[in-house]
């Protein structure tokens, strides 16, 4: 038996042989209807809003007072503390950041922002880079786990991050903060919330600046700082016509600008290489609600856009320089109808059922000069387009408030590579008397190739077929007491098949990559005191390259950590002052050394960060923050650094 399968079974069988598992009335139901006081309400994993505890799916929230009380400014620190979730970063504010889910590259989890699918079509492997998103005006952030391409379409192979915006209500109010800190970082932000008669808004602005480190670690002689800035801003304006019908219209924008050191390691030093990123994202929405809301229609449309561009500095110091720029759009149209069909004390069913559009586009151009030459090197991407048909059909069914099962199906066409089918069944069923859930889900995905892998002029090939994921998961999850103690358990498993490389002969894009990865999620919730609250969790993950012919079948993918562990604690007093701590551990994982192009181990490490705030009066709120406590040296990234020590601190002003 693997060690995946011995530490979920082990886990089980010490959950099920608890005595106190049987008292009677352990969790209680609050109504009929079904709603739960010990669960989150989340969308990504139906469509619709839908209880955690009716949930087959591995799914975790971070809502708005953990966002509030962490005090961190990216979204990407907010998600290392997720189980199931591992990641890099090349350096400091605006490098590269990555995510991976349950083991898969990075471009196999789709990442939604209000509905907007972020993940770049001008990027080769629809990556979506987390440098440039800042956690302004977010009101909570779902991770859902394992395959949900029924439901999504491409991208979501692996899962999807869903970040929702705030929404306004209520008095106008405004809010400002300045902070600053280590590395000569500061933050500035406003925003303004509120509503008037059927009218909600919710804008942000900042700028976050900061000199920063050098990205190629100072450990191998780099000294030059590589420095970051951004602006951002985000908007949700919504408008209730009737209160059977409402639009929304969500717009935002990011301009940042950074500096990167394209190698780690030894002479990595680049003082000359710049980043900078535009992007644009805006999505109009309408919901209308029929038959004594028996039957709900919501519509959309979306337009992103997403524009990197990359250059050494011609001023420098040096006979060679290039320039590129990478200019990706997304157009989405979409259409989904919720009917409940059965609503009664013992038995609901609701059918979820739509259709979607999209349009891809993309053109590049690179530059490498010598000076007083002509370019050496020019590669031109002429614009490419690729659109996507689909519908999907999902049913939730509930029985006597203790079964609940999910069955989708999904159907795709591509105007170059054809069709594909998916599908999903998520089975659940709770036992009241003991406060104990067992679930399980099975599924399967697909990733489009992107527009880089079709039409390169020198790697693209028309004939790819999609890259395609089967996975599956099984757990089981005990409540305690209501409002209380709850942990639990998913053992999952995912094949991905299909995946895009390169011919050894022609250096053409193929299907040939295949992969592995198993493994065990254990998380525990609990919020023993007033004020109180704690969060554990280990993830287990075992990620394995088998492609066939590779000299790495059967190794490790990199940058996949086997051991992951967690723990958050937040304790807040008389709703002024919070105190909270995050530890995040980190195993051993392996890495490429690209100056000997050979397989590397990475130490483990562990991170404790702290925060705090203290509401002097009831507009004015001081922040602090502690990251990194004990200067632990580490990489994430073979050859490039991490930040040390780094303290912040500032102040909230809301009128």
Excluded: C
Excluded at 129 to 137: I, K, T, V, W, Y
Excluded at 450 to 457: C, G, N, Q, T
Excluded at 459 to 479: R, T, V
Excluded at 520 to 533: C, D, N, Q, R, S
């Amino acid at each position: 038996m693997d060690k995946t399968k011995f530490l979920f079974l082990l886990f089980v069988f010490l959950l099920l042989s608890f005595p106190s598992f049987a008292q009677e009335g352990i969790v209680q139901k609050t109504d009929s209807a079904g709603f739960y006081n010990l669960s989150d309400v989340v969308i990504s994993a139906t469509r619709t809003n839908t209880s955690t505890i009716e949930l087959a799916n591995s799914i975790s929230v971070i809502d708005s007072s953990e966002i509030a009380n962490s005090n961190n400014s990216s979204v990407f620190d907010l998600l290392k503390n997720q189980y199931g979730l591992s990641f890099t970063q090349q350096g400091g504010y605006g490098t590269l950041s990555n995510v991976y889910l349950r083991g898969a590259n990075t471009g196999q989890t789709l990442i939604l922002i209000d509905g907007v699918e972020y993940n770049l079509p001008s990027d080769p492997s629809g990556v979506f880079d987390f440098s440039s998103l800042p956690s302004d005006n977010i009101e909570k952030i779902e991770v859902l786990r394992g395959p949900q391409s029924t439901i999504y379409g491409s991208d979501a192979l692996a899962g999807v991050i869903n970040i929702i915006t705030k929404k306004g209500s209520g008095k106008p109010k405004y809010s400002a903060m300045i902070e600053g800190g280590t590395y000569n970082s500061y933050k500035g932000l406003t925003g303004l919330n509120g509503s008037y008669y059927k009218l909600n808004y919710s804008l942000t602005l900042s700028k976050t600046k900061s000199d920063g480190f050098s990205a190629a670690s100072k450990k191998y002689g780099n000294k030059e700082k590589d420095g970051f800035d951004l602006l951002n801003f985000s908007s949700l304006i919504g408008y209730k016509i009737s209160d059977n019908a409402e639009v929304n219209l969500i717009a935002r924008y990011g301009n940042s600008e950074a500096d990167y050191d394209q190698f780690g390691g030894p002479g990595g030093d680049d003082p000359s290489y710049i980043f900078g990123q535009k992007e644009l994202s805006v999505r109009g929405e309408g919901k209308v609600k029929l038959n004594n809301n028996k039957w709900i229609q919501k519509f959309g449309a979306s337009f992103f856009k997403n524009v990197r561009k990359y250059s050494f500095d011609t001023s420098a110091a040096s006979i060679y320089y290039s320039h590129s720029k990478y200019d990706g759009r997304k157009y989405k149209l979409d259409w989904q109808n919720d009917l409940n069909l059965v609503k009664n004390n013992t038995a609901n069913f609701l059918l979820t059922a739509g259709t979607e559009f999209e349009l891809e586009e993309t053109t590049s151009e690179y530059y490498a000069f010598t000076y007083f030459r002509p370019p050496d090197i020019i590669s031109v991407f002429p614009e490419k387009s690729a659109n996507t048909i689909g519908g999907f059909s999902e049913g939730q069914l509930s029985l006597d408030n203790s079964f609940f099962g999910t069955l989708g199906i999904r159907y795709d066409h591509h105007n170059k590579f054809g069709s594909s089918f998916t599908y999903r069944i998520a089975p659940a069923y709770i036992i009241w008397a003991t406060g104990t859930k067992f679930k399980a889900t099975i599924g399967t995905g697909f990733k489009s190739p992107s527009l880089f892998y079709l039409f390169d002029p020198s790697y693209g090939n028309p004939d790819l077929s999609p890259e395609k994921s089967f996975g599956w998961d099984a757990g089981i999850e005990q409540y305690f007491w209501s409002e209380g103690f709850s942990i639990g358990a998913t053992y999952f498993s995912n094949r991905f098949t299909d995946m895009f490389g390169f011919d050894a002969i022609t250096f053409k894009t193929i299907n040939i990559n295949k992969a592995e990865t198993n493994g065990v999620e254990i998380f525990a919730k609990a919020k023993p005191l007033t004020g109180l609250e704690l969060k554990a969790n280990y993830t287990y993950t075992n990620a394995l390259d088998k492609s066939p012919g590779s000299a790495d079948y059967d190794k490790k993918l990199v940058r996949r950590p086997t051991d992951k562990a967690g723990l958050y604690i937040s304790y807040t007093f008389m709703d002024k002052f919070n105190l909270n701590t995050e530890v995040i551990y980190v195993g051993k994982r392996e890495d490429i050394n690209f100056s000997t192009y050979s397989r590397i181990e990475m130490k483990d490490y562990t991170l404790i960060n702290l925060a705090a705030h203290y509401n002097v009066l009831d507009f004015l709120r001081l922040n602090l923050r502690l990251d990194n406590l004990f200067d632990t040296d580490y990489e994430e990234v073979f050859g490039y650094a991490t930040p040390g020590r780094s303290f912040y601190g500032g102040i909230r002003l809301n009128f």
